[in-house]
């Protein structure tokens, strides 16, 4: 299509797409053992993470938000990025749960986050805790951000002057902060109108020991972003520098030609990438920032290198060399530098696929960006092993942990697994096995028989004569017409009490018995004879031989009454 002309014939220029000129600098301080602060700044996106939790994870709770969040770094947003930004710093949130679920010991660490995606000329904002982004455009330079500090709420309900609030014991109590506490915290979000040549500092707030007036007066007067952000930092270093302190500087500007070439940057191989010692800091863009392009590469990757010898010295724990870590910590990070001298897995661009560190710095160095701070540090000592996600950031994220605490968690995931099957099964079992051995209990009583009293007579009943709580263990089987109270005295008491038998024929033959003797057994039971005194013998009396001696008749037994 034709472009569209003006009056006097002359085609009004394309508008051109904006993008970001930009620096980083990020410094551990004078006081800290390592550096908490993590930062990424590309042509599309920045964002600046001041980690918390002392020892156990600040920097792996910066660095894993930090780089969960690089692949936002481009500029086709076709459905529109209204919620990207929010989302995705959602979706970082879970990921801390998650890395605290993994690992106990990371229990209770957070970051600030501050970020800023550029989308056609719209910038979206995103921010929660206490690190600052200021705005200068149209020679006013304001805050943008509003810290999530106890100070700063004081400071809204009129109970504290701002000049009080750097001198307040609480002034790094945060309210709001991404973490495992909160499943959904509030983010304070706003779409901005963008102009070309605003500039933006993205900055912890270690850059708070720094004079208010004297950052604005930086960041109107040095023309050089980078000079500008080093010069922050080196305040910040000549006023003690308690905290670590990060610095992103930026610039929006219209897309040039030379940004369109070196936008195609060659991916550098994952074995290159591994043998030489420093970070993945691409510095293409810089190339495009003006006639001292050269020498700001150049300085970069200086700074880089010393950049990343301080951090190994102050003990990252993305570092095998941590002097405070426990013994298994420093098993956990040999095991990680091994995994990182493995050549780079053949995977499926698929969920569940598994990629290494150097996957993670393939993505970094296919596009212009600065990474400093904790994330530079996990990605330059391949502390990042191994994880299935969506996106390569989000795998190298997932895996901030050690790789031995992983495979740990990993091993220990079968055994959780069988141990949740095997008690149902054990269960299911042993219920199997009460239900077969009642039936078989019942059935075996049904073989069985008695004799027992039925509506006054002698009946035959198929069971055992007991009860299984509601269940009768016997039935009628057959009713005689034998009255109960026409049987003798202990043949009664027989029937009642109930007499076992063998089967069913045993049942009629004792019925039978009862009927013909009156008692249950074949055999009668006899009285014994009652012995007969045998006489004291007399010494002189007489007994006349005509006298009839008188004997006792003896008592008929139940079996003789009966015939």
Same mark, same amino acid.
């Given at each position: 299509?034709?472009?569209?002309?003006?009056?006097?014939?002359? %085609?009004?220029?394309?508008?051109?797409?904006?993008?970001?000129?930009?620096?980083?600098?990020?410094?551990?301080?004078?006081?800290?053992?390592?550096?908490?602060?993590?930062?990424?700044?590309?042509?599309?996106?920045?964002?600046?993470?001041?980690?918390?939790?002392?020892?156990?994870?600040?920097?792996?709770?910066?660095?894993?938000?930090?780089?969960?969040?690089?692949?936002?770094?481009?500029?086709?947003?076709?459905?529109?990025?209204?919620?990207?930004?929010?989302?995705?710093?959602?979706?970082?949130?879970?990921?801390?749960?998650?890395?605290?679920?993994?690992?106990?010991?990371?229990?209770?660490?957070?970051?600030?986050?501050?970020?800023?995606?550029?989308?056609?000329?719209?910038?979206?904002?995103?921010?929660?805790?206490?690190?600052?982004?200021?705005?200068?455009?149209?020679?006013?330079?304001?805050?943008?951000?509003?810290?999530?500090?106890?100070?700063?709420?004081?400071?809204?309900?009129?109970?504290?002057?701002?000049? %009080?609030?750097?001198?307040?014991?609480?002034?790094?109590?945060?309210?709001?902060?991404?973490?495992?506490?909160?499943?959904?915290?509030?983010?304070?979000?706003?779409?901005?109108?963008?102009?070309?040549?605003?500039?933006?500092?993205?900055?912890?707030?270690?850059?708070?020991?720094?004079?208010?007036?004297?950052?604005?007066?930086?960041?109107?007067?040095?023309?050089?972003?980078? %000079?500008?952000?080093?010069?922050?930092?080196?305040?910040?270093?000549?006023?003690?520098?308690?905290?670590?302190?990060?610095?992103?500087?930026?610039?929006?500007?219209?897309?040039?030609?030379?940004?369109?070439?070196?936008?195609?940057?060659?991916?550098?191989?994952?074995?290159?990438?591994?043998?030489?010692?420093?970070?993945?800091?691409?510095?293409?863009?810089?190339?495009?920032?003006?006639?001292?392009?050269?020498?700001?590469?150049?300085?970069?990757?200086?700074?880089?290198?010393?950049?990343?010898?301080?951090?190994?010295?102050?003990?990252?724990?993305?570092?095998?060399?941590?002097?405070?870590?426990?013994?298994?910590?420093?098993?956990?990070?040999?095991?990680?530098?091994?995994?990182?001298?493995?050549?780079?897995?053949?995977?499926?661009?698929?969920?569940?696929?598994?990629?290494?560190?150097?996957?993670?710095?393939?993505?970094?160095?296919?596009?212009?960006?600065?990474?400093?701070?904790?994330?530079?540090?996990?990605?330059?000592?391949?502390?990042?092993?191994?994880?299935?996600?969506?996106?390569?950031?989000?795998?190298?994220?997932?895996?901030?942990?050690?790789?031995?605490?992983?495979?740990?968690?990993?091993?220990?995931?079968?055994?959780?697994?069988?141990?949740?099957?095997?008690?149902?099964?054990?269960?299911?079992?042993?219920?199997?096995?009460?239900?077969?051995?009642?039936?078989?209990?019942?059935?075996?009583?049904?073989?069985?028989?008695?004799?027992?009293?039925?509506?006054?007579?002698?009946?035959?009943?198929?069971?055992?004569?007991?009860?299984?709580?509601?269940?009768?263990?016997?039935?009628?089987?057959?009713?005689?017409?034998?009255?109960?109270?026409?049987?003798?005295?202990?043949?009664?008491?027989?029937?009642?009490?109930?007499?076992?038998?063998?089967?069913?024929?045993?049942?009629?033959?004792?019925?039978?018995?009862?009927?013909?003797?009156?008692?249950?057994?074949?055999?009668?039971?006899?009285?014994?004879?009652?012995?007969?005194?045998?006489?004291?013998?007399?010494?002189?009396?007489?007994?006349?031989?005509?006298?009839?001696?008188?004997?006792?008749?003896?008592?008929?037994?139940?079996?003789?009454?009966?015939?």
């Amino acid at each position: 299509m034709a472009s569209p002309e003006t009056p006097e014939g002359k %085609e009004t220029p394309a508008e051109r797409p904006l993008i970001m000129r930009y620096a980083a600098r990020s410094d551990v301080g004078r006081i800290r053992s390592k550096n908490d602060d993590s930062a990424y700044v590309g042509r599309h996106l920045a964002v600046v993470a001041d980690g918390m939790g002392g020892h156990a994870g600040g920097d792996v709770a910066s660095a894993s938000t930090v780089l969960d969040m690089i692949h936002l770094d481009h500029a086709d947003y076709a459905d529109g990025a209204e919620t990207v930004l929010a989302d995705e710093i959602q979706t970082a949130n879970s990921l801390l749960s998650e890395l605290v679920h993994q690992n106990p010991k990371l229990s209770g660490m957070g970051t600030t986050v501050t970020a800023l995606l550029l989308e056609d000329r719209k910038l979206h904002f995103a921010h929660i805790g206490d690190s600052r982004a200021y705005r200068l455009r149209n020679k006013k330079f304001e805050q943008i951000s509003i810290d999530h500090t106890f100070v700063q709420r004081l400071i809204d309900e009129g109970r504290l002057r701002p000049e %009080e609030a750097e001198t307040h014991p609480h002034k790094n109590v945060l309210m709001r902060v991404l973490g495992d506490v909160d499943a959904s915290p509030e983010l304070d979000l706003d779409v901005l109108d963008v102009e070309p040549g605003e500039r933006w500092l993205l900055c912890s707030d270690g850059l708070n020991y720094v004079a208010g007036h004297v950052v604005e007066r930086m960041v109107r007067e040095t023309k050089d972003l980078r %000079e500008c952000a080093e010069i922050l930092v080196d305040l910040t270093l000549e006023a003690g520098a308690p905290d670590n302190v990060t610095v992103v500087m930026l610039e929006i500007v219209e897309e040039t030609d030379d940004d369109v070439n070196t936008a195609a940057v060659d991916v550098v191989p994952a074995a290159a990438l591994a043998a030489v010692d420093e970070p993945e800091t691409v510095t293409a863009s810089k190339s495009s920032e003006g006639p001292s392009a050269t020498k700001a590469a150049e300085d970069t990757q200086s700074e880089a290198k010393n950049k990343a010898a301080r951090d190994a010295d102050a003990g990252s724990s993305f570092s095998a060399g941590d002097p405070d870590k426990e013994d298994e910590d420093s098993v956990e990070a040999s095991a990680s530098t091994d995994e990182s001298a493995e050549p780079p897995a053949t995977t499926d661009p698929h969920l569940g696929e598994h990629l290494s560190a150097e996957v993670l710095r393939e993505e970094l160095a296919s596009r212009p960006h600065e990474l400093v701070g904790a994330a530079a540090t996990a990605a330059e000592t391949g502390s990042i092993p191994t994880v299935a996600g969506r996106t390569v950031a989000r795998r190298a994220a997932t895996v901030l942990t050690h790789k031995a605490e992983q495979d740990r968690v990993d091993a220990e995931e079968p055994a959780r697994r069988r141990v949740r099957w095997l008690m149902p099964a054990v269960a299911a079992v042993v219920i199997v096995g009460v239900v077969v051995g009642l039936w078989l209990g019942y059935a075996w009583t049904q073989t069985r028989y008695y004799v027992g009293e039925f509506d006054q007579r002698v009946a035959i009943f198929n069971g055992i004569s007991q009860r299984l709580g509601p269940i009768q263990l016997s039935r009628l089987e057959a009713v005689t017409d034998i009255r109960v109270d026409s049987l003798p005295e202990y043949g009664q008491q027989s029937v009642r009490q109930t007499v076992p038998a063998g089967d069913l024929d045993d049942a009629q033959t004792i019925v039978e018995n009862l009927k013909n003797t009156g008692s249950a057994s074949a055999n009668c039971p006899t009285t014994p004879a009652t012995a007969s005194p045998s006489p004291s013998p007399t010494s002189s009396v007489p007994v006349p031989s005509t006298a009839a001696v008188a004997t006792p008749s003896p008592t008929p037994t139940p079996c003789e009454a009966a015939k």
